[in-house]
């Protein structure tokens, strides 16, 4: 896509240039007043909202008007959180960026890790600071939040793969 995405220029399906622009952008900035960083937001939602769920970084920089440099770190921060993968493109030595077809199930998995080193975090807090101290009892208390929270995130994760299944099929809306 080059310099305008005007009314009835045409995606790479058949949709309005524009009206996918906006969406981008729209998906995007709800995804960076959650925390995401602005250009890895908008690199997310323009793969996201690709037929293919891949692109090249040339691809990526036209469509969002943006610099090399700032698709790569954008990229490097999705592959970070496991939003997105890099592959070769077959006979080239250009990699395509292709979003995860589970990307959700990915992030939200990945969060187990850093949760289960938050409780390690908290128990050498409690034990420092004494159970029965005020701190110590708060410690105990956000400890006792994230176990809580890490096993509602396995529990939730099992029912959407069950879920997943019943709704697409198994292996359904997968590159």
Known sequence: ?????GAGVRTEGGRDAEAVSRFVESFAAQLVEAGMQ???????????????????STELGEQL??????????VRYLSQQHMVAREREPGSRRERYRVHSDQW????????????????????????????TP??????????????????????MERWRVHREQVFGKGQGRP
């Not at 998995?109 to 390690?120: C, I």
Request: aromatic share 8%.
């Open 1 to 5: 896509m080059s310099e305008a995405a």
């Open 38 to 56: 602005r250009m890895a937001a908008r690199v997310f939602a323009a793969l996201l909202s690709s037929d293919s769920g891949a692109m090249t």
């Open 65 to 74: 008007r943006i610099s090399p440099a700032a698709v790569s770190g954008a």
């Open 105 to 132: 199930y990915e992030a939200l998995t990945n969060r187990e890790t850093v949760l289960k080193r938050w409780e390690g975090a908290l128990r050498e807090g409690v034990a420092s600071l004494g159970a029965d």
């Open 135 to 156: 701190a110590g009892s708060r410690m105990a208390e956000t400890l006792a939040f994230f176990e809580f929270v890490e096993g509602e995130i396995a529990a939730m």
